[in-house]
C-alpha cells in the first residue's frame, strides 16, 4: 500500500494583476482623449404653432410677423409665408430637387428679414429622409457665406416640422 504523504495545508497562489492594471490605466486614458474629439450634435426642433386665421394684409408688417414654411411636396418644394404674403415654388429637376434654388431664394429672405430666427418644414407622406436633412441644412446655415470664425452664416435655425397640407394643385 501506499502512503499517504500529508503535505500540510496549501497556500492560496497571488495572482498578479501588474500587467492588466497598466493595461486598463491606457485604455481608460485612451478613451478619455478620443472623446474630446468625438461631437455629437443635438438638433433641437420646435413644434409649429397652431394653425391661425390669416389676417387681413398689412404693409406695415415687422420682421416677427414672417411665419416661414417651407414645404416639401413629392414633385416640389415651395417657400410660403403662412400669413399669404409672397409664394415660390421649386419644380424637382431630372437629378432630384432643386436645393441650390431653394437655398439662394432663403438667403434672400434673410436679407429682408435679417431678425428672423424661425421657419417651419411641412412634410407631404413618403418624402425620403435624405431630403428632409438637405432641406433643412439649408434652411439652418448659408454655406457661401463665412463668418470670421470660418463657421457658416446662419439663417433659420429654430425649425419646425409638420405635416403639409393638402396641395391645391391636385384638387
Given at each position: 500500500m501506499k502512503r499517504r504523504i500529508s503535505r500540510g495545508p496549501?497556500?492560496?497562489e497571488e495572482l498578479d494583476l501588474t500587467a492588466m492594471i497598466n493595461m486598463m490605466v491606457i485604455l481608460v486614458c485612451f478613451l478619455l482623449i478620443t472623446a474630446v474629439f468625438s461631437r455629437v450634435t443635438v438638433l433641437e426642433l420646435?413644434?409649429?404653432p397652431a394653425a391661425q386665421a390669416t389676417p387681413e394684409k398689412d404693409t406695415s408688417r415687422k420682421n416677427?410677423?414672417?411665419?416661414?414654411?417651407v414645404?416639401?411636396?413629392k414633385n416640389s418644394i415651395e417657400i410660403a409665408d403662412r400669413?399669404?404674403?409672397?409664394?415660390?415654388?421649386?419644380d424637382s429637376l431630372k437629378t432630384g430637387y432643386d436645393i441650390r434654388s431653394l437655398g439662394q431664394q432663403l438667403r434672400e429672405l434673410k436679407s429682408r428679414f435679417p431678425k428672423k430666427r424661425d421657419a417651419s418644414i411641412l412634410l407631404e407622406d413618403d418624402i425620403a429622409y435624405e431630403i428632409l436633412v438637405q432641406v433643412m441644412d439649408s434652411l439652418r446655415e448659408d454655406t457661401t457665406v463665412r463668418n470670421k470664425d470660418g463657421s457658416s452664416a446662419e439663417l433659420f435655425p429654430d425649425i419646425s416640422i409638420g405635416?403639409?397640407?393638402?396641395?391645391?394643385?391636385?384638387?
Open positions: 496549501r497556500d492560496a420646435k413644434m409649429p416677427e410677423d414672417l411665419a416661414l414654411e414645404i416639401i411636396r400669413n399669404g404674403d409672397f409664394y415660390k415654388k421649386f405635416d403639409a397640407p393638402p396641395n391645391e394643385s391636385d384638387k
